[in-house]
């Protein structure tokens, strides 16, 4: 079944607490990207990739880190999460011309 | 870059009744503009999407138009239906960086029976 996959999908921890959260598609898709949703401001991209060891900030890249090591997975890394990263975080993949698809989701609680 | 306002944040619609949701782009060759709904505590998916070269695009109950002179999107729900209730997200994107979404910031859909 083809899929994104994210995990953890919830996830409470405390400020300065290094955490990774990881993503993984299985279509073999040369772009992922990492977005944040909070409410009233819709889906905001934190970082992309185009294929692999390519990556490159979206509109929101303060405070998060990423890698593309290998095509199917692109992890999100919070070196020293902020109360600020509290929010619904979203892994999504595609190729060119092809629909985006999106993961189930993280919802993050920084304390 | 690309800005992407969406109109309106919060739609309320008797069941039944037409939706109608406008989006406008600031970025003249952004080219493509999908539509995704979001239904409470699920991921965004997919819904329709229309590319700069065509000015309607139909599916069923769904319709969306573009306007390329005036930059701006619409999506049409017709005959809504309770099932309609989500948040529903227009987006765009350019051709050069075609896998780079712009998304508007939502409307929250309400179908009441």
């Known amino acids: 079944e083809a899929q994104v996959t994210q995990n953890p999908r919830y996830l409470i921890t405390v400020t300065g607490k290094k955490l990774t959260v990881t993503c993984s598609q299985n279509m073999n898709h040369e772009y992922m990207s990492w977005y944040r949703q909070d409410p009233g401001l819709g889906l905001r991209q934190i970082y992309y990739?185009?294929?692999?060891?390519?990556?490159d900030k979206g509109d929101v890249p303060e405070g998060y880190k990423v890698s593309r090591k290998e095509k199917r997975n692109f992890p999100l890394i919070l070196e020293s999460p902020s109360p600020n990263q509290t929010s619904l975080y979203f892994c999504?993949?595609?190729?060119?011309?092809?629909?985006?698809?999106f993961g189930p989701g993280t919802r993050l609680l920084v304390l | 870059g690309e800005n992407v306002e969406q109109h309106p944040s919060t739609l309320s619609v008797q069941e039944g009744d037409s939706a109608v949701i406008k989006c406008t782009y600031s970025?003249?060759?952004?080219?493509?503009f999908p539509w995704y709904k979001q239904e409470l505590g699920k991921r965004p998916q997919l819904i329709i999407d229309?590319?700069?070269?065509?000015g309607e695009k139909k599916d069923q109950r769904i319709a969306v138009t573009l306007n390329k002179t005036a930059k701006h999107f619409s999506l049409h729900i017709t005959e809504t239906q309770p099932e309609d209730s989500a948040v529903y997200f227009c987006a765009a994107s350019r051709r050069a960086s075609w896998g780079k979404l712009q998304f508007g910031a939502g409307t929250q859909v309400v179908v009441t029976p």
């Open positions: 999504a993949s595609k190729n060119r011309g092809e629909t985006q698809y």
């Open positions: 970025d003249s060759a952004s080219n493509y």
């Open positions: 990739s185009m294929n692999v060891e390519v990556t």
């Open positions: 229309i590319r700069s070269n065509v």
